[in-house]
């Protein structure tokens, strides 16, 4: 391989992906050992100390888990990375380490329903206070300048918004950011790395659930954050190594092998999605249709700024509220009623009572969560067969 930076899809295959065994295995072994063989106490005392390189405990590092950080810090252009036992985990280990009792930080209200607990409940349990800003208000500086304190530790955001799709300028927020000399956490789960590089725009940490679109196939949890060396070993010692959220060698191998099909899956779930988003669109039982692409959208413009493509998520509201959303979801047969995204498989669901039943009523409403939202992680069937699906369901 030569050392010219090629293009995203090509990084997706091989970048950073070998480093050969004596067998020369094309695809990397599991290292699935809980602890590492000092080569004498001089050895496992230099290793400690750091004054010589090599694997400890794999609550420490592990060969199987580096890869797969090696590989996100290429893909999202950061000096380094610390995979996780979940992208919850991760955002934990981010928060806990920037903020402390008695501090606060900025974050929009529309993110994942267990993001918003653990910022509603349990660091303000820890006197860790979340100061939310709702998505009109989220594209305004002088609005978001205002809010920051001299307690205040960080800015957090997702884009595109779980579950609304709300598109947050990452370069507009990161320009306050720097100002105020804070920095910016970017959760890039829906993007994944192949339509979106938060750091590139000016973020300084970008986490990723890696059970989504980077497994790609529903089969293990896991999380990543990537960031400055610096940034990452800080993390690490405040709180992964000790807190211990660690993934496991399997799972990171797993998502190291889904990986390698994230550009064909994310490309063919992004058409798949705009497809139906139109299709959506169209439909005389539909109110309103949530998708980065469609013309008309608010996100459209920025959407074109900051991504490469518009990606696979999308959710909708029909007319009748919830009982016509809980109609649907009971009768469709292609798409499995489930939580979670980026399978290869559609998912609907309902956020108010399931993905976002965290909030009370009163707070979806602030982030923009109607009780009639369905939420579409589209999968890489045929675009025709999942509208037909949504179809013989939907009648007016
Ligand atoms: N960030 C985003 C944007 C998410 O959507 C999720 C999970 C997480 C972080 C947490 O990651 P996990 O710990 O599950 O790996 N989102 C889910 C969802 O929408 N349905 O089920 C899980």
């Known amino acids: 391989m030569t050392k010219n930076k090629m293009s995203i899809e090509t990084e997706i295959v091989h970048g950073q992906g070998c480093e050969y065994s004596t067998h020369m295995d094309l695809v990397p072994p599991i290292h699935p050992t809980s602890t590492f063989i000092f080569k004498d106490a001089d050895h496992g005392a230099a290793l400690f100390k750091g004054t010589e390189e090599g694997y400890i405990y794999t ?109 947050i300028d990452i370069k507009m927020w990161k320009s306050v950011a720097r100002k105020r000399k804070l920095p910016l956490i970017v959760d890039n789960t829906f993007a994944t790395p192949y339509l979106q590089n938060p750091l590139s725009l000016g973020a300084d940490i970008v986490i990723h659930s890696a059970t989504k679109y980077l497994s790609g196939h529903s089969d293990a949890l896991g999380g990543i954050i990537i960031g400055s060396g610096n940034m990452i070993n800080r993390i690490r010692e405040e709180y992964i190594f000790h807190y211990g959220p660690v993934i496991s060698p399997f799972n990171a191998w797993l998502i190291l092998r889904g990986i390698k099909t994230l550009a064909l899956r994310v490309k063919r779930q992004s058409d798949n999605a705009m497809s139906i988003a139109q299709w959506l669109q169209k439909h005389p039982a539909v109110i309103n249709v949530y998708y980065p692409g469609i013309e008309s959208g608010p996100g459209l413009r920025l959407a074109k700024k900051q991504m490469r493509g518009f990606g696979g998520m999308l959710s909708f509201e029909v007319k009748g509220g919830v009982e016509a959303g809980r109609k649907i979801m009971g009768r469709v047969k292609l798409a499995l009623l489930a939580v979670s995204l980026g399978s290869c498989e559609t998912l609907i669901q309902h956020p108010a009572s399931m993905t976002h039943s965290t909030y009370t009523k009163q707070e979806r409403a602030k982030a923009g969560i109607t009780d009639g939202l369905i939420r579409l992680s589209i999968g890489i069937e045929a675009a025709a067969d999942i509208i037909s699906d949504l179809e013989n369901v939907m009648q007016v």
Do not use: Q
């Open 59 to 167: 609550r420490i590092s592990n060969p199987t888990i580096n890869l797969l950080e090696k590989k996100m810090a290429l893909l999202e252009g950061g000096e380094s990375a610390a995979a996780t036992s979940s992208g919850m985990s991760a955002i934990a280990a981010v928060a806990l380490t920037l903020a402390k009792p008695g501090d606060n930080f900025i974050t929009c209200n529309s993110i994942y329903g267990g993001t918003f607990a653990l910022f509603n409940k349990h660091l303000r349990d820890l006197d860790i206070e979340p100061l939310f800003i709702s998505p009109p208000d989220a594209c305004s500086k002088e609005l978001i300048n205002d809010m920051i304190n001299k307690k205040t530790k960080f800015l957090f955001m997702e884009t595109p918004a779980n579950p609304t799709l709300d598109i």
